[in-house]
Each structure stands twice: as C-alpha cells, then as structure tokens.
C-alpha cells in the first residue's frame, strides 16, 4: 500500500504563494503511476487540478489554475509539490493529493487533505 501525507496548506493573502507537498511511503510509486492534486469546497464537488506521471514527469493543469500553479516531483524523496503562485480566494479548499497505478486508472490512494485558504 501506499500512504499519502500532504502538508504546506495555510493561510495566504491574496497575490501570495504557498507549496504543498505529498510525499509517499509504505511503497514507491511504480514507474507508471500518475500523482494528481485535487482540492474540494464544502458542498462542491472535488476538482482536479494538476497532474503529473511519476515516469516522464508530463504534466497536466486545470484551465482555473494554468499559468499559476506548478506541480513537480522529486523521484528521490518519492514526493510531488504543487507550487502555488498568485493565489485568489476561490482557490481556497482542502488539497488533496492522490496516485492512480498508470494514466488514465483509477486514484486508489488518497492523502487526508491540507487546507488552503486565501483571504482577500
């Protein structure tokens, strides 16, 4: 199994930056795997916002935060970042990051959210 521990969530003004981690224990991500970060607002439903393959490193951002957000990976560390820059207030959720085997499967494992609010 996979375990998934985002930190780096808080509290920022707008205009601001923050950098959310996810780093990975109990297996490596396999060479296939696709990393995702997610975020939900109470009473929406959950938004994918970047995605990057573990093997490749190609990427992949929802049009809400293209231009603004940067998601990488460290394969040493087994951990992926999501730098998050000119933050706005509807950016404000919990982050979620989460691993699906290869691209295009499922998201089997999923971290327990960081909270990111960004006050205007």
């Known amino acids: 199994q996979v375990q998934l521990v985002e930190s780096g969530g808080g509290l920022v003004q707008a205009g601001g930056s923050l950098r959310l981690s996810c780093a990975a224990s109990?297996?490596?991500?396999?060479?296939?795997?696709?990393v995702g970060w997610f975020r939900q607002v109470p009473g929406k439903e959950r938004e994918s916002v970047a995605a990057?393959?573990?093997?490749?490193?190609?990427?992949y951002y929802a049009d809400s935060v293209k231009g603004r957000f940067t998601i990488s990976r460290d394969n040493v560390k087994n951990t992926v970042y999501l730098q998050m820059n000119s933050l706005k207030p509807e950016d404000t959720a919990v982050y979620y990051c989460?691993?699906?085997?290869?691209?295009?499967?499922?998201?089997?494992?999923w971290g327990q959210g960081t909270q990111v609010t960004v006050s205007s």
């Open positions: 989460a691993s699906a085997p290869m691209r295009g499967g499922q998201y089997d494992y």
């Open positions: 990057i393959t573990w093997s490749g490193g190609s990427t």
């Open positions: 109990g297996r490596t991500f396999s060479t296939y795997a696709m």
